[in-house]
Nanobody
Framework: VQLQASGGGLVQAGDSLKLSCAAS????????MGWFRRPPGKDREFVAA????????DYADSVKDRFTISRDNAKKTVYLEMNSLKPEDTAVYYC????????????WGQGTQVTVSS
């Protein structure tokens, strides 16, 4: 399974950014997909997850009402739309596939850096 995240960059506080993650697995359309992040000097943390249809979603409290996870099963791609970005959103963002537990995933992609300046 390969996961390729993209879309990161340097933005200012209050800006928006949309991350994409292209997957290669055959089971993408039935797998729960997730986004995590690792802020500088901190542990990796859960951001959001979406069930196979995209209708069931889960968000960390810190991003609820600002971030939206979505997916396009035909394109095998999951997205993370981030609005009203804050400096504390600065992190390396990772996508993940196939949930194996509560906010736990089996497959991981490489990260994409998001930096939010104040």
């Amino acid at each position: 399974v390969q996961l390729q995240a993209s879309g990161g960059g340097l933005v200012q506080a209050g800006d928006s950014l949309k991350l994409s993650c292209a997957a290669s697995s055959r089971t993408f359309s039935t797998d729960t997909m997730g986004w995590f992040r690792r802020p500088p000097g901190k542990d990796r943390e859960f951001v959001a997850a979406a069930g196979w249809s995209g209708g069931s979603t889960d968000y960390a409290d810190s991003v609820k009402d600002r971030f939206t996870i979505s997916r396009d099963n035909a394109k095998k791609t999951v997205y993370l739309e981030m609005n009203s970005l804050k400096p504390e959103d600065t992190a390396v963002y990772y996508c993940a596939e196939q949930r194996i537990g509560i906010r736990m995933f089996k497959y991981w992609g490489q990260g994409t850096q998001v930096t939010v300046s104040s």
